[in-house]
Each structure stands twice: as structure tokens, then as C-alpha cells.
């Protein structure tokens, strides 16, 4: 498969063909008014030298043309000057031409009709002319005589300086056109460093050079190395869940397998003590699982309504708890919603609620409210309390070897919390019993 251009490829070569197409755009239309401006300008000059001639033709009383020995364009008076006249007199077959046209032949206009000028540009062997024509009807005594001005210039001069205009032109634009495209390929470099630097930095992050992206980036770019630091460290954080899930597997499953070995001793006690160990080591699984799943803190989950998830474990508890004939007391609003996974919020809601139902004697209640920047949980029962927070909070602590209410489900908890980067606080609650306290900051 082929490779696709890098993005710096695609914008130097993008830019350059853009520029080039417009220099050479702007470059045509330039000469083009250049040339058109220039050969109006000598079109005109022509003009004048026609105005000259008319001004020194006369008619006699025979209808002949006569011209004065001395013109007031010397260059009709310089044999190749380069510039040559002829007045035609039809009426009389009379043809009058400058002395500058001694020994050629120049195709002179031959146009008659009267009061209207004719511009063009000749060619035949003897070189390019720029050519006027204008016909006059010449009155004199009652007698009409219709005269035909006609001026040649020599094009050499036309072209040459219309040759140097070009050079000129094409060699200024071509400098800048290189001028430019230096300019931009520096301006692109620069402008595409911050991404080049970020690849890099992902480089090391992945051949684990550096832990995270540090650089600072513009504006445009800062937006992707914090969502892609929150990537990383949430990847860490999955991947200590799961180390720290699969000991404290092993950890729990110490105690259960300890105890069938010593039923081993006792063959009349093994089925009954089998059933018991292997549907508690079930419960742990299925516990360390979950806890090893949890998604943790991330601004792409989708807002979660937390309202229905309360009531859906409050209405799961009661029928657990029957017999205590728990009150549950939830104040959370209707609209409230959180960024986080379905599964973490079931989790977290769901273990601190079991273990103050657990406890409680009569009430449990539950409070969320939301501030500017974190989500607060408080929950609270009116049972003994804690009596040792820190045990209660602690890894490492089997199912067996706590109160029931106190053991890895606090301890998940406390983990999932970590993984938002939240805070977990367990106290006395003030009418007595326990009240448990955690706030999650924004994403």
C-alpha cells in the first residue's frame, strides 16, 4: 500500500502549486496590460505623426497634392529611419511617400474611407510595422478631393523594448516566487514544529523515555496532549486495577482454599465445607472482576443521570434487607447527570449503599448535590459507625477477616475514587452512626 503524503508535503506542495498558478496568472495579465498599454502609446504617436502630415499637405487648384521640402517629423526626412509616410491621392493617381522610404517597398494601408481610423500591426520580408491609416475628403475651391494618410513604424524598437519589459518582469516574479516559497516552507516548519515535537513525545511515551506529554503546546494542540495525558494515565490506572485486582484475588482465595485443605482431614464435613468455600470463592471472583473492570475517570463518557441509578439500588436493597425494614431517604436531583461509566457509578453507589444498609438500624440516607467544579456523595446510616477508618479503607484485608460491611467493598470504592481522582472520608455522622464522604472533581 502506498504512503500516504505527510501533512507538510501536502501543504508545501499545495501551497507552492497555488502560488506558482498565481504569479504566473498575475505575470500574464501584468504584460498583457503592459503590451496593450505600449502599443496604444505608439498607435497614438502614429496618430500625431498623421496630424503632422495633414498639417503640411495642400491642394492646388488642380486638386494635386503638394508637400513641403522640410517636415516637421525629421525622421520622414532620414532614409531607413524606420519611419515612413504615404498620402495617396486616388482622384489624381498621385502617390506621395517620405524620403525615408528610398529603396524599400513598406505595405503601407490603403484605407478610404473618410473620417475613420485604421490601427494594425503588418508583417512581410522586410520586418513587422505598426500601421495607420485615416482617410480625409480635402475641399478646395468647390472641388472635394479625397486624400489617404498612411504611417508605418518600424516594430524592432516596439519589440525590444517590449522583450526587456518581459525579462524584467519574468525575473522579478521569478525571484519571488523562490522568495516566497522559502518563506513558507520556513513558516510551515515552524508552524507544524508543535506537531512534530508531539509525535516525538509520543514516541518516548511509548518506548517508555517519558512517563507523560510535558511539552506546552499552542492553543490548537493543548486541548489534544491533555485529552491524550488522560488517555495515558487512565491506561496506568486500568492496568494497577488489574494488578491490584488479580493479588487481591489471590490474596482472598487464600483463605477459602486454606479451609478445604483442612477439610481434607474430615471426609464427613468435605461436601458441605466444598459447597460453602466454592460459592464463596465465586463471590470473590465475580467481586474482583468487577472491581478490575471499572472505567475510571474520562471526559469521553457520556453524562449520566444518577437519580435512576439511586433508585434502582435503593429499590434492589430493600427487597435484600427485607427484614430490617430499612427507610431509605434520597436527595438527589432529578436532573442532576455526571460524566462517568454506568458500570463505576453502580459500583460506587452500590457498595457504599449495601454496606451502610448492612449496618444501619432503621434509616439510610443518601445526598448528591452538585458544585461548580465537584460532585458530592454523602451517605449516612444510624447504625454503630466506623470503628477503625483506616481498616476499613485498607487493601489487603480478607472478606473473613473484617465485619461483613467492612471489607473490599470499601476498598474498591476507595479505589474507583482514586481512578477519578476524587476524595474518600469516612466519620461519625453528627446524630451518631456513619457517614461516608466522597467528592470527584470535573474532568
Known amino acids: 500500500m502506498k504512503r500516504p503524503w505527510s501533512i507538510r508535503s501536502r501543504l508545501v506542495w499545495g501551497a507552492a502549486l497555488v502560488l506558482l498558478v498565481f504569479l504566473a496568472g498575475a505575470g500574464w495579465a501584468v504584460q498583457k496590460a503592459y503590451v496593450d498599454s505600449l502599443r496604444e502609446q505608439r498607435f497614438a504617436r502614429l496618430q500625431t505623426t498623421v496630424y503632422l502630415l495633414m498639417a503640411g499637405a495642400e491642394i492646388d487648384a488642380?486638386?494635386?497634392l503638394t508637400m513641403p521640402a522640410t517636415l516637421a517629423e525629421p525622421r520622414l526626412s532620414l532614409p531607413g529611419s524606420g519611419l515612413y509616410a504615404s498620402i495617396a491621392n486616388p482622384a489624381h493617381g498621385q502617390v506621395w511617400q517620405s524620403a525615408s522610404t528610398v529603396g524599400l517597398e513598406p505595405p503601407f494601408l490603403r484605407q478610404q474611407a473618410v473620417g475613420q481610423w485604421q490601427f494594425d500591426t503588418l508583417v512581410d520580408a522586410a520586418g513587422g510595422f505598426l500601421a495607420a491609416s485615416y482617410g480625409v475628403k480635402w475641399s478646395v475651391n468647390q472641388q472635394e478631393t479625397v486624400l489617404v494618410f498612411s504611417v508605418l513604424e518600424d516594430k524592432t524598437a516596439f519589440d525590444r523594448e517590449l522583450l526587456a519589459f518581459e525579462r524584467t518582469l519574468w525575473s522579478w516574479l521569478g525571484g519571488t516566487a523562490l522568495l516566497l516559497l522559502l518563506a513558507q516552507t520556513f513558516l510551515l516548519r515552524w508552524g507544524l514544529a508543535p506537531l512534530r515535537r508531539m509525535s516525538q513525545e509520543i514516541e518516548h511515551v511509548e518506548n517508555g523515555r517519558q512517563a507523560r506529554i510535558e511539552g506546552h503546546y499552542p492553543r490548537e494542540l493543548a486541548g489534544l496532549a491533555l485529552n491524550l495525558n488522560l488517555l495515558i494515565d487512565q491506561e496506568r490506572a486500568r492496568q494497577s486495577r488489574y494488578k491490584n485486582a488479580l493479588d487481591d484475588?489471590?490474596?482472598?482465595?487464600?483463605?477459602?482454599?486454606?479451609?478445604?485443605?483442612?477439610?481434607?482431614?474430615h471426609p464427613a464435613e468435605l461436601p458441605?465445607?466444598?459447597?460453602q468455600q466454592v460459592a464463596r470463592m465465586d463471590d470473590i471472583v465475580i467481586h474482583q472482576l468487577g472491581r478490575a473492570g471499572a472505567g475510571g475517570s474520562t471526559r469521553f463518557a457520556p453524562?449520566?443521570?444518577?437519580?435512576?441509578?439511586?433508585v434502582r439500588i435503593r429499590d434492589t436493597l430493600a427487597k435484600v434487607y427485607l427484614e430490617k425494614n430499612l427507610v431509605f431517604t434520597l436527595d438527589c436531583p432529578a436532573e442532576l447527570s455526571w460524566r462517568m461509566d454506568e458500570g463505576d457509578a453502580f459500583e460506587i453507589l452500590g457498595n457504599v449503599l449495601d454496606n451502610a444498609a448492612k449496618w444501619a438500624r432503621h434509616t439510610v440516607s443518601v445526598r448528591i448535590w452538585l458544585s461548580a467544579t465537584h460532585l458530592s456523595i454523602r451517605v449516612t446510616d444510624d447504625g454503630p459507625g466506623f470503628p477503625d477508618s483506616s481498616t476499613a479503607l485498607g487493601r489487603r484485608v480478607r472478606l473473613d477477616e473484617q465485619v461483613p460491611g467492612h471489607g473490599?467493598?470499601?476498598?474498591?470504592?476507595?479505589?474507583?475514587?482514586?481512578?477519578?481522582?476524587?476524595?474518600?472520608?469516612?466519620?461519625?455522622?453528627?446524630?451518631?452512626?456513619?457517614?461516608?464522604?466522597?467528592?470527584l472533581p470535573a474532568v
Open 408 to 439: 473490599i467493598g470499601l476498598s474498591v470504592v476507595r479505589d474507583l475514587v482514586d481512578s477519578h481522582q476524587g476524595e474518600l472520608t469516612i466519620s461519625q455522622a453528627v446524630g451518631g452512626g456513619a457517614q461516608l464522604d466522597i467528592v
Open 249 to 265: 484475588l489471590a490474596h482472598s482465595l487464600k483463605t477459602p482454599l486454606a479451609v478445604l485443605r483442612a477439610t481434607l482431614d
Open 272 to 275: 458441605q465445607m466444598v459447597s
Open 303 to 310: 453524562q449520566l443521570a444518577l437519580a435512576p441509578i439511586l
Open 62 to 64: 488642380r486638386g494635386a
